[in-house]
Nanobody, 121 residues
Framework: QVQLVESGGGSVQPGGSLRLSCVAS????????MGWYRQAPGKQRELVADVTSGGYTNYADSVKGRFTISRDNTRNTVYLQMNTLKPEDTAVYYC???????????????WGQGTQVTVSS
């Protein structure tokens, strides 16, 4: 079994900051790409940022310069530092990891349960 558990969501005023964390646990052989997605009510889930096992990062244009994705491979954890938050950042944020589990010949995508981020006055 492989599970992803998120933390760090909450409510913040515009201009504030939050840091999301997501830790993968279970029968993990290796972890490849890790990323963060978000979904606002009535909208499709969209990529926020991701990072490869080699450390290459990719960001949505809407968050460039404000968000930073990072990972700690020794802890199987991916982070999303969110600064200068805007109301349009309000969404449920999900982490996703591409993971090869013990006993599997291939890597699967695993998703966290999601954490609510609300940016309002």
């Amino acid at each position: 079994q492989v599970q992803l558990v998120e933390s760090g969501g909450g409510s913040v005023q515009p201009g504030g900051s939050l840091r999301l964390s997501c830790v993968a646990s279970g029968s993990i052989f290796s972890i490849y790409a890790m990323g963060w997605y978000r979904q606002a009510p009535g909208k499709q889930r969209e990529l926020v940022a991701d990072v490869t096992s080699g450390g290459y990062t990719n960001y949505a244009d809407s968050v460039k310069g404000r968000f930073t994705i990072s990972r700690d491979n020794t802890r199987n954890t991916v982070y999303l530092q969110m600064n200068t938050l805007k109301p349009e950042d309000t969404a449920v944020y999900y982490c996703k990891s591409q993971i090869k589990a013990f006993g599997s010949d291939y890597a699967d995508d695993y998703w966290g349960q999601g954490t609510q981020v609300t940016v309002s006055s």
